[in-house]
Nanobody
């Protein structure tokens, strides 16, 4: 069974930095896009950043220049380095992967982590 296990997050003051990581565990045939979404109270879940297997990145305008997404394909792990954090970055951050588990009959699908809280105080 494939799972996405997140680590990192927590409480930080505005202007500070935090790092998140997310490892896909289980028998995985291939992981294509991986990345991060976030959801603040009362808001819909929104894209933060994604990265393709080849390293092509995509960022929300609100985080460009402050956040960096990266991945280790050998470890099926994606990272998010968050700098110059703002109170409006406060949200639950969810890891995402579009991957195919190993085994016959398996197909690519969307997988999500359990979410980790990031709180930025002013």
């Amino acid at each position: 069974q494939v799972q996405l296990v997140e680590s990192g997050g927590g409480l930080v003051q505005a202007g500070g930095s935090l790092g998140l990581s997310c490892a896909a565990s289980g028998r995985i045939f291939a992981a294509n896009a991986m990345g991060w979404y976030r959801q603040a109270p009362g808001n819909e879940r929104e894209l933060v950043a994604t990265i393709s297997y080849g390293g092509t990145t995509n960022y929300a305008d609100s985080v460009k220049g402050r956040f960096t997404v990266s991945r280790d394909n050998a470890k099926n792990t994606v990272y998010l380095q968050m700098n110059s954090l703002k109170p409006e970055d406060t949200a639950v951050y969810y890891c995402y992967a579009y991957l195919r588990p190993s085994g016959s009959g398996q197909i690519f699908g969307d997988y999500w982590g359990q979410g980790t809280q990031v709180t930025v105080s002013s």
